[in-house]
C-alpha cells in the first residue's frame, strides 16, 4: 500500500525566510503525489498536485514542489514565508489506475510563521 | 459554485450516546468520501461512494459506524454508541468521479466525546 513520510511535526520558518516542507513517498507503482494545506477549523485546500506531467509543479499561494523518482520525493517550497503561510500541510499518495482514488495522508507539517 | 457543505460543525455528546454527521457535496460529484482525522494526525478515508453505493469500506469500524448516501447526493455519518476515542474530525469530500484524482474537502464537523 501507498504512503507517505513526513518528518518533523512542527517546522518554524522567519517572515521572508525559505518554507521547505519534505515529503517521501513508498508507492508500488508511479504515484499522484498532492499537497494540501489547513487552516485553523478549516477543510484541507489543494496546493499543487502531480500527475505525471511536468515534474516541477507550481501550486496557489506561491508555492511549489518537485517530483523526484530517484528520491521518491516530493518536497514543498515557497521561497519567501508570509505570515499567512502559518497553518498545516500534508503531504498524500495515490496510486494511478487502482481504480479507487485512496489518498494516503501524512501527519503532516505545523508552520509557524515568526516575524 | 458551493463548496462541500457539512454539518453541525462542532458536536459534544457524552459517551454512549448517538451521533450524526451530514454532508452535502459538489452539485454533480459522484464520488463521496468520509475521512477522519485524529488530532496531530492525517485524514483516514472511512469510506468511499460512487454514486448511492459504498465501494470501498473497509476501514468503517462497522460494530458502531454507518453510513449512508440514498439519492446519491447527501450523505449521513452515524456513530450509535459513540465512544472517547470518537473525538476526532470528521471530514467529507467529493470529487467527480473515482478517475478524477482531486478530491475537495468540507471544513469538517469536530466531535468531542465525554
Known amino acids: 500500500a501507498q504512503s507517505v513520510t513526513q518528518l518533523g511535526s512542527h517546522v518554524s520558518v522567519s517572515e521572508g525566510a525559505l518554507v521547505l516542507l519534505r515529503c517521501n513517498y513508498s508507492?508500488?507503482?508511479?504515484?499522484?503525489l498532492f499537497w494540501y494545506v489547513q487552516y485553523p477549523n478549516q477543510g484541507l485546500q489543494l496546493l499543487l498536485k502531480?500527475?505525471?506531467?511536468?515534474?516541477l509543479v507550481k501550486g496557489i499561494n506561491g508555492f511549489e514542489a518537485e517530483f523526484k523518482k530517484s528520491e521518491t520525493s516530493f518536497h514543498l517550497t515557497k521561497p519567501s514565508a508570509h505570515m499567512s503561510d502559518a497553518a498545516e500541510y500534508f503531504c498524500?499518495?495515490?496510486?494511478?489506475?487502482?481504480?479507487?482514488?485512496?489518498?494516503?495522508f501524512g501527519k503532516g507539517n505545523q508552520v509557524v510563521v515568526i516575524p | 459554485e458551493a463548496g462541500v457543505v457539512q454539518s453541525p460543525r462542532y458536536k459534544i455528546i457524552e459517551k454512549k450516546q448517538p451521533v450524526a454527521f451530514w454532508c452535502n457535496p459538489i452539485?454533480?460529484?459522484?464520488?463521496l468520501y468520509w475521512y477522519r482525522q485524529n488530532l496531530g494526525q492525517g485524514p483516514e478515508l472511512l469510506i468511499r461512494?460512487?454514486?448511492?453505493?459504498?465501494?470501498?469500506d473497509s476501514q468503517l469500524p462497522k460494530d458502531r459506524f454507518s453510513a449512508e448516501r440514498l439519492k446519491g447526493v447527501d450523505s449521513t455519518l452515524k456513530i450509535q454508541p459513540a465512544e472517547l476515542g470518537d473525538s476526532a474530525v470528521y471530514l467529507c469530500?467529493?470529487?467527480?468521479?473515482?478517475?478524477?484524482?482531486?478530491?475537495?474537502f468540507g471544513p469538517g464537523t469536530r466531535l468531542t466525546v465525554l
Open positions: 461512494y460512487e454514486n448511492e453505493e459504498a465501494v470501498d
Open positions: 508507492s508500488s507503482v508511479p504515484p499522484y
Open positions: 502531480y500527475t505525471s506531467a511536468a515534474t
Open positions: 469530500a467529493s470529487s467527480p468521479g473515482t478517475t478524477y484524482n482531486e478530491q475537495f
Open positions: 452539485s454533480g460529484h459522484n464520488t
Open positions: 498524500a499518495v495515490s496510486d494511478r489506475g487502482n481504480g479507487n482514488n485512496r489518498l494516503a
